[in-house]
């Protein structure tokens, strides 16, 4: 397709050069997606880490078709509901390991999950008498969406330098060093910080594994200085790290929760902040008038939440959380290899189906364009897989994959690698 011919603008694509090299996918099916000219690929990333179910789980097409037979949607503003929306919310309140957490619904994903929990917190600190705690802390390599709070928390310099301070009273610390935390806050002063954000895996930053003790540590640190903590869990919920939250696997409680992706596997698009008693309390409490001035159009949708109920219902009835848990060395033992391949700096599992393999700096350096080139060479072998941060080949593939699977992904990836200097 020439670029007169498409109108379709990607995101995160240079778009001078997309026209004519569209991959258009048609059809999937449990880990392997087809295009139109039939082709198929072993999908290495799960979509955008989301299919977590796999593909062509035609009941959860069936889930949004009742759904949109009998009521396709109404909105969630003051006293009006829906039947899927409370349902979803009572059991994702059930399943997150907080108690009597309250659920609100974003209709487009992790960046407006990540915008509301990041208003809340703003907006709790005025409800109990506080205002003045408004900055909010991120880390480095940390990605939080692309909404206007989500670019301005991201630690990866690429996404936020172009679009300048869009949300002021941010700060950023080293994503592994606890310390750093408690200095910041201690710099900025307890009573202007309000809360931190924070990704059990650093996601789209590379793939990285919290540091034995790092998580509990920062969890700490906020309690002690009065600072919300927020686990960003677009990614770890739902099972990806062999438990159902990010925040279970590293034993935290944390105040809010965003998540998103594995909700519903992708199959329609919702996220949510689930909110802890804390923060819930001053909006709910019997007699209160605070109310949380925020909201979108498709909050809740109906469809999208019987979706979402649906994908959890596969999740339980296949236990594919413990699924993860169990492939979790099967991957490792499959990618230990690379580590001593020679572009190859680190590989990094450790959580679930969770990986990255690292091109080292030195051959980044020395070949420019390589790490593209390793990424098209595995698709010209079947296997999808992407580069994180310019440098990390993301791995993080359906719950459904095969142990054979897993060994073939890390054989394109070798021959990939062995093949891009040729
Ligand atoms: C940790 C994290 N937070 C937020 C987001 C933003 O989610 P979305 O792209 O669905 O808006 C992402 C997306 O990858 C993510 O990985």
Redesign the pocket.
């Known amino acids: 397709m020439s670029g007169r011919e498409t109108a379709l603008w990607h995101p995160f694509a240079t778009m001078a050069t997309v026209p004519g090299s569209t991959v258009t996918m048609v059809r999937g099916e449990g880990s392997t997606v087809y295009d139109a000219s039939g082709r198929s690929y072993l999908d290495a990333i799960a979509s955008?880490?989301y299919v977590n179910v796999g593909y062509g789980r035609t009941e959860l097409a069936e889930a949004a078709a009742a759904q949109m037979r009998e009521l396709a949607c109404f909105q969630a503003y003051e006293v009006f509901s829906t039947e899927p929306a409370e349902a979803l919310a009572r059991r994702v309140s059930d399943l997150v390991p907080m108690a009597d957490a309250k659920v609100f619904f974003t209709p487009?994903?992790?960046?407006?999950?990540?915008d509301s929990a990041a208003k809340l917190a703003r907006a709790y600190w005025g409800a109990v008498g506080r205002p003045g705690k408004q900055i909010i802390i991120a880390r480095s390599h940390a990605?939080?969406?692309?909404?206007a709070y989500?670019t301005s928390l991201g630690g990866i310099p690429a996404f936020t330098d172009p679009f300048g301070p869009l949300v002021t009273l941010v700060e950023h610390v080293p994503w592994d060093d606890a310390g750093a935390l408690a200095k910041v806050i201690e710099q900025a002063g307890a009573d202007r910080v309000g809360a931190f954000f924070c990704?059990p895996v650093v996601?789209?930053g590379g793939v990285y594994f919290p540091p034995e003790g790092y998580l509990a540590e920062v969890q700490q640190i906020c309690r002690d200085n009065d600072v919300l903590f927020v686990a960003?869990e677009?990614?770890t919920g739902f099972g990806r790290t062999g438990e159902w939250f990010g925040s279970v696997r590293y034993g935290l409680q944390p105040d809010m929760m965003?998540v998103?992706?594995g909700l519903t596997s992708g199959y329609l698009?919702l996220?949510a902040v689930v909110v802890g008693p804390r923060v819930a309390d001053p909006f709910w409490r019997a007699g209160s008038t605070e109310m949380f001035r925020h909201g979108y159009t498709y909050t809740a949708h109906p469809a999208a939440c019987a979706v979402g109920m649906a994908n959890l219902d596969i999740l339980e009835r296949e236990q594919l959380v413990s699924r993860v848990r169990e492939l979790e060395s099967v991957l490792a033992a499959a990618l230990a290899p690379l580590a001593d391949h020679e572009l190859v700096s680190e590989v990094r599992t450790g959580a679930g189906l969770l990986a990255a393999v690292e091109i080292s700096a030195a051959a980044r350096e020395a070949h420019p364009g390589l790490g593209a080139r390793v990424v098209a060479a595995a698709r010209s072998q079947g296997v999808i897989t992407r580069l994180l941060r310019g440098a990390a080949l993301q791995i993080s593939p359906p719950f459904v994959i095969t142990a054979e699977e897993l060994q073939q992904i890390a054989g394109v990836l070798t021959t990939s690698l062995d093949g891009a200097l040729a």
């Open positions: 955008l880490w487009g994903g992790g960046s407006d999950a990540i990605y939080h969406g692309m909404n989500g990704e996601g789209a960003d677009v990614i965003t998103a992706k698009p996220g």
